[in-house]
């Protein structure tokens, strides 16, 4: 199977071509941005599919992060993964970015647990806490900073995430250390295809999960009054 990977949730705008076939990402690329993914994210997928000269039609199914993130990135990727997928006639999923940044530390080691904590600004993070084993812990939302305090000084875990840095920097005093802290901007697009060619179509819709509403909102009062 071919999976066309794409994510443009985050810090990054990012494609990979996996070929589950050889086990490896065919090829891939990603570019650290917080904004403009829209102006980017289809020259960058038609240099990653004419570099192994894929056409398509070629590619088996397409994956695209649908969230938490950015909502104009999260309605750069999902448009774009659902138009390809639409014109090639091929099924495409959705990736957590939660599920994504875990995915490589729980296949790393299976006994320990992983805080997945993106910064969500204003104090908050998107939190997802994954117990060993990749059982879950607590499912994805929007939370206070000082859940995911809580959740990483439970024990001794791998905490990762664009707001890794700042919770580790601030556990409470006594609390064990953590085994490993890993702040990427953006989930590893490689995983983000892995994860991709594994996940049921039926039960992975790429719909944005955005966890909180938007930061500008209509101001009533200055709408028109209707007639």
């Not at 960058?44 to 994956?63: G, K, N, P, S």
Request: aromatic share 4%; charged share 20%.
């Amino acid at each position: 199977m071919r999976v066309l990977a794409i994510d443009t949730a985050l810090g990054a705008c990012s494609v990979a071509v996996l070929d589950t076939v050889s086990g490896s990402a065919v090829e891939s690329e990603s570019l650290p941005m917080a904004r403009g993914h829209a102006e980017a994210l289809m020259p960058l997928i038609a240099r990653v599919m004419q570099r192994r000269e894929l056409a398509f039609t070629d590619i088996d199914r397409v994956a695209v992060t649908t969230g938490p993130g950015s909502f104009t990135g999260l309605r750069v990727g999902i448009s774009a993964g659902r138009g390809i997928a639409l014109a090639a006639g091929k099924p495409v999923v959705g990736v957590s970015t939660l599920a994504a940044y875990a995915a490589p530390h729980l296949a790393d080691d299976k006994t320990v647990a992983v805080v997945v904590a993106i910064d969500a600004r204003h104090e908050h993070v998107y939190l997802q806490v994954f117990g060993p084993g990749g059982h879950v812990i607590i499912t994805p939302r929007l939370a206070p900073i000082s859940e995911a305090f809580r959740a990483a000084s439970d024990a001794p875990c791998r905490i990762v995430g664009s707001a890794a840095r700042a919770i580790a920097n601030q556990l409470p005093l006594g609390a064990p250390s953590p085994l490993r802290v890993e702040a990427r901007e953006a989930p590893d697009i490689d995983w983000v295809a892995r994860m991709g060619a594994v996940l049921p179509e039926g039960q992975s819709p790429p719909k944005p999960l955005y966890l909180r509403a938007p930061d500008a909102q209509p101001q009533n009062a200055a709408q028109l009054p209707r007639r």
